[in-house]
């Protein structure tokens, strides 16, 4: 399939990675004007520098200023895009109007994305934007595959980037009113609580007495009636290229990054090789909801996860390597591990799934030891495969 796939990096170290695993493009937020900004983001430095990197491997940076802007953020949005421009990003990604004028007035070589928060729902609203200057849109997750096909049909000349895995809102298209209302935090200028994940309880009240906290039933499966099942479109990818989707796009700019390194390494291989079972249970090894295919053949009213907010996986996340020569290598430790562990490895190269068992491993001074629980410590340990900077270690559970 020629299509890209985008990936979500919210700091640097989450680039390097996303490029690594095999994506085409990132896009990533500054400290201001993205809906992500309990990420770590990207100083302007930074930003630069992640063109510089994209650059270097023939890959794209794609920048986030999707909020919902007020008056007095339009002088310093026309500052911002004037900047992006500088540094060369290939696209700013926006959704309100007031934003994109802002763009062309300050930037007006700056390629525009247009956001899912638009609610880019038919063939008339991309139509619109595709006249007012910009070269791709982000369709709403509401859209069917059949939809999809219509739009692109009615405008072959845009670009149409479609989420392909990860969280989804249970609000239209993101915007979601809960967490302003609940906890006084506006999702739609980037400060989501993500409120629709809580496990929410009733109040028995008779009168003036307070009757007590009541459990919320749903079949007695639980009580996250907002909790959106997670997408995974990994099987019906050829039918979203042939729908007129040239972009993949994977959500989770504050997910990790071995969340990050799991999931777009399974869709690097189902592009390149088509879908399979090893993509398939490469998918539950890190933590997600249960999954589901939204609208993608129509009205699904099996989208809730009502069981509990987040499944952890099938694998825990154990270390980075850093370097490995002479059958040992050298790792950060991001979970415990010990001697006696078969560890795995997740890699873009041929090492992936193979396994080992951990036999030695010593401390960044020397010292043997037999349990690994410092963290972010550099071990040395053991290991037959010649593995490359990069690569992750993980250890399945039991």
Request: charged share 25%; hydrophobic share 40%.
């Amino acid at each position: 399939m020629n299509v890209e796939l985008l990936a979500p990096a919210g700091n640097y170290e989450k680039l390097k990675t996303a490029f690594y695993f095999g994506a085409d493009a990132a896009y990533v937020g500054g400290k201001d004007f993205s809906l992500r900004s309990f990420a770590d983001n990207f100083t302007r430095d930074e930003l630069e520098n992640a063109v510089k990197l994209a650059r270097s491997l023939g890959k794209k940076i794609y920048v986030t200023a999707n909020i919902f802007a007020k008056n007095k953020d339009l002088a310093l949005l026309e500052d911002y895009f004037a900047f992006l421009q500088y540094i060369g990003a290939d696209a700013a990604i926006v959704s309100d109007s007031g934003a994109v004028y802002a763009a062309k007035k300050a930037a007006p070589k700056l390629q525009l994305h247009i956001s899912t928060q638009a609610n880019l729902t038919n063939a008339y609203a991309v139509k619109f934007w595709r006249e007012q200057g910009a070269s791709r849109v982000v369709l709403a997750r509401e859209l069917s595959l059949e939809d999809i096909a219509e739009i692109h049909s009615a405008v072959p000349d845009m670009e149409l980037e479609a989420f392909v895995h990860g969280a989804m809102c249970i609000s239209y298209s993101g915007r979601c009113l809960l967490s302003d209302y609940l906890a006084n935090r506006p999702s739609n200028r980037g400060e989501c609580v993500q409120a629709c994940r809580w496990n929410y309880r009733i109040k028995k009240s008779d009168g003036a007495q307070d009757g007590g906290w009541l459990d919320i039933g749903q079949d007695e499966k639980g009580t996250y009636i907002l909790n959106s099942k997670d997408l995974n479109m990994s099987a019906h990818l050829e039918k979203l290229a042939a729908a007129g989707v040239c972009s993949f796009k994977i959500e989770g700019r504050m997910k990790s990054e071995y969340y990050l390194a799991t999931v777009i390494n399974a869709y690097r291989r189902c592009i390149d090789h088509g879908f399979d079972g090893i993509v398939e249970s490469e998918l539950l090894t890190a933590a997600h909801r249960d999954y589901t295919i939204a609208y993608a053949f129509g009205e699904n009213c099996a989208t809730v996860n009502y069981n509990d907010s987040q499944t952890k996986g099938d694998c825990d996340y154990i270390a980075n390597v850093l370097n490995c020569s002479d059958g040992f290598a050298t790792v950060e430790m991001r979970g415990r591990f010990r001697c006696g562990d078969e560890l795995e490895v997740l890699s873009p190269s041929d090492s992936f799934k193979k396994t080992f068992k951990l036999d030695c491993a010593f401390t960044s001074t020397g010292e043997q030891v037999n349990d690994c629980k410092l963290v972010q410590e550099h071990y040395k340990i053991n290991c037959p495969y010649n593995l490359s900077a990069g690569d992750i270690l993980r250890r399945r559970k039991l």
